[in-house]
C-alpha cells in the first residue's frame, strides 16, 4: 500500500521516522553499558515507546526529540547538523536535554537536577522517559562493574532530577515511581 491515503492523517510520522533512522545512523556502532551490550538505538526506541505508549505522548515532536535525544551528547552529531536536519525546535529540545561531555560527571549530574527545574514541556518529557528507561535498563541489565551502591545511588539521583519533572505528565511520573521502587 505504497499509496495509502491514511498516511496523511499522520502528518508527524514521516517525521519520527526520520529521526529514527538519523538516530540508527548515529548509533550504529555503540552498545548499552549492561551486561546484554545491546544496540544503543534500543534505548532511544524505548523512550518513544514509553512516551507513546505509558505517558500517551503523541506528539511528534517530542517523540523525534526522544529518539535524538543522545545524538549531541553520544555521537560526532553537531547542534547545526540536527538543526539542519529536523529543525531549531527539535535542535533546542536536544540541547535541553544534553549533558555538556566536557564537564566532570558530578557537574553534569547536579547540572541535570538544576536544569529540569527550568525544562520546557517537551524537554520534561524527554527527561522523565530517559529516566524511566534508564532504571528499567539499570534493574534488567545493570552496567558491568556497578556495585549495588552505584546503582542505588544512580536511582537517588534519577529521583533527584524527577522530583524537579514533577507535574509534567502524571502517567510518566507514576510509571518512574513503579521503577524507582525495584531499587537494588
Known amino acids: 500500500?505504497?499509496?495509502?491515503?491514511?498516511?496523511?492523517?499522520?502528518?508527524?510520522?514521516?517525521?519520527v521516522l526520520r529521526?529514527?533512522?538519523?538516530?540508527a545512523w548515529k548509533h550504529r556502532h555503540q552498545r548499552r553499558k549492561g551486561k546484554g551490550r545491546l544496540?544503543?538505538?534500543?534505548?532511544?526506541?524505548?523512550?518513544?515507546?514509553?512516551?507513546?505508549?505509558?505517558?500517551?505522548?503523541?506528539?511528534?515532536?517530542v517523540l523525534a526529540a526522544a529518539l535524538l535525544h543522545d545524538t549531541l551528547e553520544d555521537t560526532q552529531t553537531t547542534v547545526q547538523e540536527l538543526q539542519g536536519?529536523?529543525?531549531?525546535?527539535i535542535g533546542s529540545i536536544v540541547m535541553e536535554v544534553s549533558d555538556e561531555p566536557t564537564l566532570d560527571w558530578r557537574v553534569r549530574k547536579k547540572l541535570?537536577?538544576?536544569r529540569a527545574k527550568t525544562a520546557t514541556p517537551r524537554a520534561r518529557l524527554v527527561k522523565l522517559a530517559d529516566k524511566?528507561?534508564?532504571?528499567?535498563?539499570?534493574?534488567?541489565?545493570?552496567?558491568?562493574?556497578?556495585?549495588?551502591?552505584?546503582?542505588?545511588?544512580?536511582?537517588?539521583?534519577?529521583?533527584?532530577?524527577v522530583e524537579q519533572l514533577r507535574g509534567t505528565n502524571p502517567s510518566l511520573e507514576e510509571r518512574f515511581d513503579q521503577v524507582y521502587r525495584q531499587r537494588p
Not at 19 to 23: G, I, L, N
Not at 39 to 58: K, R
Not at 85 to 89: A, K, L, T
Not at 141 to 158: K, L
Open 1 to 15: 500500500m505504497l499509496n495509502d491515503p491514511d498516511v496523511d492523517k499522520q502528518p508527524g510520522m514521516g517525521l
Open 19 to 23: 529521526a529514527a533512522r538519523f538516530a
Open 39 to 61: 544496540p544503543y538505538i534500543n534505548h532511544p526506541l524505548d523512550l518513544a515507546h514509553v512516551l507513546w505508549f505509558e505517558g500517551q505522548v503523541t506528539d511528534p515532536i
Open 85 to 89: 536536519e529536523f529543525g531549531e525546535e
Open 112 to 114: 541535570q537536577v538544576t
Open 132 to 161: 524511566i528507561c534508564n532504571l528499567r535498563s539499570m534493574i534488567a541489565s545493570p552496567p558491568q562493574r556497578w556495585s549495588v551502591e552505584r546503582r542505588r545511588a544512580y536511582f537517588d539521583w534519577a529521583r533527584e532530577v
